[in-house]
């Protein structure tokens, strides 16, 4: 499991904090070389130790696991901020503000006493949540929307393997922070085009 395996949690914690710090941070006005050496400096403090723990164990108290498609979303923003590649496009990066939007709307006021429906519950091996996904990823894929897809895929297959501490799907597909994220690129327009650059 990746929360059981520190190689793997810290390289998560790590690509999340780069994320995050490279977002918030007016990074892309350096120079290149001031970019990388940002990003290596993020690495090692979250990496080095403080207090006998590494800096990724307080990251981790803090924010929880990432999801994993939060991971694919924070590796693609690091690479078409910092090295131009074009991992999504700009009509995916949309649909995927309102895909996230949707669903933490239905999941996390249902989940939390709004009605008597718990949403969360369908996480736990249900499999019409796993058809719904077969059928959004199809369709991902045949509008060629493949940066979504294969983000649908990879949460489908890490939540197979149990690869988080959680048995819920809900936990591998979205988090409070990821939601985050994706709505900072919708009220700040200047970080999607930062993306595209």
């Known amino acids: 499991m990746i929360s059981a395996i520190p ?12 994320a995050w710090f490279t977002l ?24 080095l130790p403080f207090a006998d723990y ?13 999801a994993v498609t ?17 991992l999504y496009r700009d009509n995916e990066l949309v649909l995927l503000r309102w895909l996230v ?3 933490a709307i239905l999941l996390y006021p249902l989940s939390l006493g709004l009605t008597q429906f718990d949403s969360y519950i369908l996480g736990y091996s249900n499999p019409w949540l ?3 996904l077969f059928i959004i990823t199809l369709f991902f894929w045949f509008r060629q929307y493949y940066f979504l897809a294969v983000m649908v895929t990879v949460a489908v297959v890490a939540y197979s393997l149990q690869l988080l501490e959680s048995r819920n799907l809900w936990d591998y597909l979205i988090d409070p922070l990821f ?6 690129t919708w009220l ?4 999607s085009r930062r993306f595209a650059r």
């Open 7 to 18: 190689l793997l949690t810290a390289l998560a914690m790590t690509i999340a904090c780069i």
């Open 70 to 86: 939060a991971l694919l979303f924070y590796i693609a923003v690091i690479l078409q901020q910092h090295l131009s590649w074009q």
């Open 101 to 103: 939007l949707a669903t």
């Open 188 to 191: 700040r327009p200047s970080l």
């Open 179 to 184: 939601i985050v994220m994706v709505m900072l």
């Open 54 to 66: 590494p800096g990724w164990y307080y990251v981790r108290a803090i924010s929880g696991d990432s």
């Open 24 to 47: 918030l941070l007016p990074v892309n006005s350096l120079p290149h070389a001031g970019r990388v050496l940002v990003i290596v400096v993020i690495a090692l403090l979250v990496i």
């Open 130 to 132: 796993l058809v719904v």
